[in-house]
């Protein structure tokens, strides 16, 4: 009985010991805990309370994988075989969430081999350089991308009506898209625009709207182009 509670599993490297294998949890959770608070305090605007949980849970789920698979290949091959049949479907998430699922899951791997001290060292270093990427801002842009779409009637000639106020307000413009409303009465016109630094944006639609005949006019972030639709 005691040999039953003191030995978990055994690999052709040895044995594996429940202190080992509390030690190899217990580092993992610390690890995610890490990184979940450093995603929290480093992520702009509002995040999913079911995201930082998942991060905290993946380093020991990663490790305890890791544990029992250890050297044998017929449990690797086993275990491909079980998460082959598992599918995911989930919306296109944010970039950055995605690194931080990898980060998760590379701390969780550093504890199941058993190398806590490079896998904390991995975890402070890339924590440090997330808070440095935050505080400096990097890579943000200095214009604002934006979607413009003018709602203009028929008997306008559109092409070269806004391009002196474009140049005004915007460091690039162009037309990506038109198409025909209300019964070909009207055609609505979409333009990717770039706006320059610290122009204004109200004062640039009441310009616009000058031109149109004060019909519809939408000006918004591009978040089309984002996603890729």
């Known amino acids: 009985m005691e040999e039953m509670l003191t030995t978990v599993s055994s ?7 429940i202190a080992s294998a509390l030690i190899a949890m217990g580092v993992s959770i610390a690890f995610g805990l890490v990184i979940a608070l450093t995603y929290t305090l480093t992520h702009s605007g509002r995040h999913q309370q079911s995201f930082t949980v998942t991060l905290t849970m993946l380093p020991v789920i990663l490790a305890v994988i890791i544990l029992f698979v250890g050297s044998n290949v017929a449990r690797a091959f086993s275990l491909a075989g079980t998460l082959s049949i598992i599918r995911f479907r989930s919306a296109p998430g944010d970039p950055k969430d995605i690194a931080y699922i990898f980060f998760s899951i590379a701390a969780g791997l550093a504890c199941g081999v058993g190398l806590y001290f490079y896998g904390g060292l991995f975890v402070v270093v890339l924590c440090l350089f997330m808070f440095v990427l935050t505080k400096t801002n990097f890579g943000a842009n200095k214009d604002l991308d934006r979607v413009l779409k003018i709602t203009v009637p028929e008997d306008l000639d559109y092409p070269g009506a806004f391009d002196d106020v474009f ?21 609505e016109l979409c333009y990717d625009v770039t706006m320059k630094k610290d122009a204004d944006e109200k004062s640039f639609v009441d310009e616009l709207r000058c031109r149109n005949g004060n019909l519809n006019i939408a000006l918004g972030v591009a978040v089309e182009t984002v996603y890729g639709k």
């Open 11 to 17: 690999t052709s490297d040895g044995e594996l010991t």
């Open 167 to 187: 140049e005004h307000y915007t460091a690039r413009f162009s037309l990506s898209r038109m198409r025909t409303t209300d019964l070909g009465s009207l055609y």
